[in-house]
């Protein structure tokens, strides 16, 4: 039985949801999701600058955990530029 999620802090919510290339309906584009968490551990990392050990302790988490989560945060991100998907921002992860 896998351990239960540990509670992690997020200060504050996206002002936006979706992010789309432009001219291309949001019907028509493949989606990629970043979690709410995800979304912090970016914002910490690479809008703040912290370092793993830093935004972990922040979001109440170890820095492994931190560190799945940007690296996965990231694949999303990327993804959604490189491919030209769409992004949403799930708020209720």
Do not use: H, W
Request: proline share 6%; net charge positive; charged share 25%.
């Amino acid at each position: 039985m896998p351990r239960p999620i540990c509670p992690r802090v997020v200060s504050g919510s996206p002002a936006a949801t979706y992010f789309k290339p432009a001219g291309i309906p949001l019907r028509e584009l493949r989606e990629n999701q970043l979690t709410l968490d995800q979304f912090e551990a970016l914002r910490l990392a690479d809008l703040e600058g912290l370092g793993q050990e830093e935004a972990a302790g922040r979001m109440g988490i170890s820095r492994q955990t931190f560190g799945r989560i940007i690296k996965q945060a990231r694949v999303a991100v990327a993804r959604s530029v490189v491919r030209g998907e769409a992004l949403r921002i799930d708020r209720g992860a």
